[in-house]
């Protein structure tokens, strides 16, 4: 038998060759590949300085808490809890005048983004956690860190309007967390 060379093979966080997409009637989920994934913590007195960096380096400052804020080519600064920040959408590394204004460390392998969205996606995401996410409630721009199925995540209201939501959570638990949203999925919105 001859040497075989290893040959490695790209997969997505759910162990396909490609992203995660799937859909049911008014309900969707698409995985967000190669999304980086930042977690940036305010030094102590130096909020002002570091969401002045920010706004400089991305074009948007720290978001008041529950929420996140937009800035330049995709990138999302989102509260993550007191003095707690995920940054998302960049590609490069972090700019010097971020990591000297605050701590930051890449998060990029540990956490995973899907998008989920529809008429439905409320309701699935009601049977998975215990956050009210309701437009009145959790408006576009919200953002909260809460348990889904008892795994952490950073949930983030894109588009109220549509109920178009991203949420983070820890690659670790990808299947688990797809096994738990394809249930809350076929039993608010049957694929028929």
Known sequence: MADQPYKLVSRSAFGAGEPLAESWPEFSIAELAGLSVWWLSVRAGGEDALSKACEKQFGAGLPQARRYAEGEKGVRIAWAGERQYFVTGMQDA????????????????????????????????????????????????????????????????????????MILFQRSSARSFLEHVRHAAHSTSPRG
């Open 94 to 165: 972090v700019p010097g005048a971020i990591e000297r204004a605050g701590r930051v460390v890449d998060q990029s392998d540990g956490w995973l983004a899907i998008r989920i969205t529809g008429g439905k996606s409320r309701e699935v995401m009601e049977k998975l956690c215990g956050i009210d996410l309701h437009a009145s409630v959790f408006p576009g721009g919200s953002a909260a860190r809460a348990p889904v199925e008892g795994m952490i995540a950073l949930i983030v209201c894109e588009d109220d309007t549509n109920g178009t939501f």
